[in-house]
Every structure is written in structure tokens, then in C-alpha cells.
């Protein structure tokens, strides 16, 4: 059984911001100057810091049920304050991978956040389905050449390509 909004006292993260950037920042073909690397890796720890309490509160009621999303979204935290604890990589190249992976870990969270909370979210736009809205199921590869992720996408977001 998932956790909802309705179970803590604390108002939905707009994760859609998050996503976006950290979409951006890992489809960059080549990297970018220093000062921005530095600055994405301050917002992507600041995003991290912010999903992680929200995840472990929205996972505590349900790991006495042995509930797997649970457990999933905890090895994400853990993942997450490992890559948290990492220093700073000498060279462009180094800390550009190190944030790499501080922003697919903002990814990670958000996608366990969405499911703990059940929103949904559109798989092509990164933005909530909300109730009142169409949707259809997806199943496609991914353009990063990831997995296959299904789920839902907007009617009017269904022939769209993403754009990273």
C-alpha cells in the first residue's frame, strides 16, 4: 500500500523542477564550465537533502509491512548519502562525473517520492497527471539508452519526443 500526501503534514515537493534540471545537466554532451558544474552540484545536494527526510518519513509506516517501494526507496537514500559524502573530484572531467551521479540520484528520489505518494507523473514531460487529465500508457526505451520504463504519459504529451 502506498503512503500519500494525506499522511504527513508536510506539502507535496514540486519535483518537477528538480527533474528537469538534472535531465538537462546529464544529457550535456560535453561539459560544462566549471562554475556551472559547481553550482548544479550545490542545487542537486540542496534537492537531495530535501527528498531524503521526505522519503524516509513516507517509507517509515509501511517497512513493517515489508513493503517492497519501501525498501527500494531507502537503498536510494543510502545510494544517495554515499554519492552525498563523495569530495570533489580533481579536474573538469572528475567533478563533472561526480555530479553526474549526485543528479541521477535527484532522479532516483524523485521517481521513489511519485511512487510513495502515488502521483503520477508523465514520463515524457516530468510534470503530474493529475486526476482530471488524460493519459495513456507508455512503454519505449529510453533516449539516454537506459531500460525500458513504462508508465503514463499526457494524451497531448504522446508523440512527443523528449528532448534529452
Avoid at 554532451?29 to 522519503?55: C, K, M, N, S, V
Avoid at 548519502?81 to 524523485?110: M, N, P, T, Y
Wanted: hydrophobic share 35%; charged share 25%.
Amino acid at each position: 500500500m502506498n503512503a500519500t500526501h494525506a499522511d504527513t503534514n508536510a506539502p507535496t515537493l514540486n519535483t518537477t523542477e528538480m527533474r528537469a534540471t538534472a535531465y538537462d545537466f546529464l544529457g550535456a554532451q560535453a561539459p560544462p564550465r566549471y562554475e556551472t558544474i559547481q553550482r548544479l552540484g550545490h542545487d542537486f545536494r540542496r534537492d537531495l537533502w530535501e527528498l531524503i527526510p521526505r522519503i524516509e518519513q513516507l517509507t517509515a509506516p509501511l517497512l513493517h509491512e515489508d513493503d517492497v517501494p519501501a525498501k527500494v526507496a531507502l537503498a536510494g537514500v543510502g545510494e544517495a548519502h554515499r554519492r552525498l559524502d563523495e569530495i570533489e573530484r580533481a579536474g573538469l572531467l572528475g567533478e563533472f562525473e561526480r555530479v553526474k551521479r549526485l543528479a541521477r540520484s535527484v532522479l532516483a528520489l524523485c521517481d521513489h517520492y511519485a511512487t510513495l505518494t502515488g502521483i503520477a507523473m508523465c514520463l515524457v514531460c516530468d510534470k503530474p497527471i493529475e486526476d482530471d487529465e488524460e493519459s495513456v500508457p507508455y512503454d519505449h526505451g529510453s533516449p539516454l539508452g537506459e531500460a525500458t520504463r513504462a508508465g503514463r504519459v499526457h494524451t497531448t504529451c504522446a508523440n512527443t519526443v523528449r528532448r534529452h
